[in-house]
């Protein structure tokens, strides 16, 4: 009698549990974001955005890189990381300083400046240099071509090529009027005071391209400037942050998204995550449930054609490559 009891309370349990899995998971849940311009409709293919401006194919985050991802391959996102200069301008590098992307140590090679970098003490930081500095210098001298070719290392054009130090202002401005639909995701890699000045800025500068506001997603690896950025430009969308993101993809894989709290509008992801066992993030649930609450899944940073299909296939919303021709060409396989 005793087992019968215990057997019947064990089995209302489960299907108690059952139950409230299934209504929390047919619960349509709130919205992140009312318009986001980083969602494709469904069928159609995945939005390609040009990372650090397509660095594998050109001078990466100059203009070169930029003009030609954009007017030539015909890109739909430019990518790209923000650091702020000793006089307070906006300008796009990878790095927090400028040794492996220009001329600033001379006539020698990549591989020594990599060993010079190595103590820290020897790197020239973009928060210690002022604009009209950085613009002496050649941001393509150690770009190579398909064939290992260093094409613009002793070119005597290259601040009329556009491989001067790009400046947002200089980005937008470049674009605004022939490409008001153009997007672009941007990293700020600035943290502390430094990166709360850059947040006004980038805001500052969206004053003045105001088609653009709405058309540019803004992230972070800090949790001062994310905090920043929600508190004092709320209508700035804004990308998850790296805790934040494992939070929204611990709560889908367990079915309990409606009790992620999160607002960001991209999720964006690489394929996986090694914690100690690798774990996939190509998964079509991830994008079906961020689009539930119309957030954009990105992945990044995809080079391989074969990667590049599963993703499209899944129905991602953007593919964020160093290889934005390439991309191209594979996503024409599907038209």
């Known amino acids: 009698m ?10 209302i349990t489960l299907a108690a549990l059952v139950l409230f899995f299934a209504v929390i998971n047919i619960i349509p849940p709130k919205k992140n974001t009312e318009n986001n ?5 469904k069928g159609e293919l995945p939005m390609v955005a040009a ?14 890189a930029f003009i030609e991802a954009v007017s030539n391959i015909g890109v739909d996102i430019i990518e790209s990381d923000l650091y702020i200069t000793k006089d307070g301008f906006l300008v796009y590098n990878h790095d927090d300083y400028i040794d492996e992307t220009c001329n600033i140590n001379g006539d020698i090679t990549l591989d020594e400046v990599k060993e010079l970098c190595k103590d820290e003490s020897n790197r020239h930081y973009i928060k210690d240099m002022t604009l009209e500095e950085l613009e002496q210098y050649n941001f393509g001298y150690y770009f190579e071509d398909k064939n290992g070719d260093r094409i613009y290392k002793d070119a005597p054009d290259w601040k009329e090529l556009g491989l001067q130090i790009a400046t947002i202002d200089k980005l937008f401005s470049e674009f605004y009027e022939t490409h008001p639909d153009l997007l672009f995701i941007v990293e700020i890699k600035n943290s502390g005071e430094l990166g709360y000045e850059a947040c006004r800025i980038l805001n500052e500068e969206l004053v003045n391209y105001p088609k653009y506001r709405n058309r540019i997603v803004v992230g ?10 929600k508190s004092k430009y709320p209508d700035l969308m804004r990308g998850a942050p790296t805790g934040t993101a494992a939070k929204f993809i611990i709560t889908q894989f367990l079915g309990l998204n409606l009790f992620d709290n999160s607002d960001f509008a991209c999720l964006q992801i690489p394929t996986s995550y090694d914690l100690g066992i690798n774990i996939g993030l190509e998964k079509k649930t991830i994008i079906d449930r961020a689009h539930r609450r119309n957030i954009a899944v990105q992945y990044w ?32 396989e599907y038209k």
């Open 301 to 332: 940073t995809i080079n391989d054609p074969a990667e590049m299909r599963r993703l499209i296939e899944l129905g991602c919303d953007c593919i964020m490559t160093d290889y934005p021709e390439l991309l191209k060409s594979v996503l024409d």
């Open 51 to 64: 990372h650090r401006g397509g660095g594998g194919e050109n001078p990466e985050n100059t203009m070169l």
């Open 2 to 11: 005793k087992n019968h009891k215990l057997i019947k309370i064990i089995g």
């Open 220 to 229: 972070t690896f800090h949790d001062e400037i994310e905090d920043e950025l």
């Open 37 to 41: 311009p980083f969602i494709v409709q």
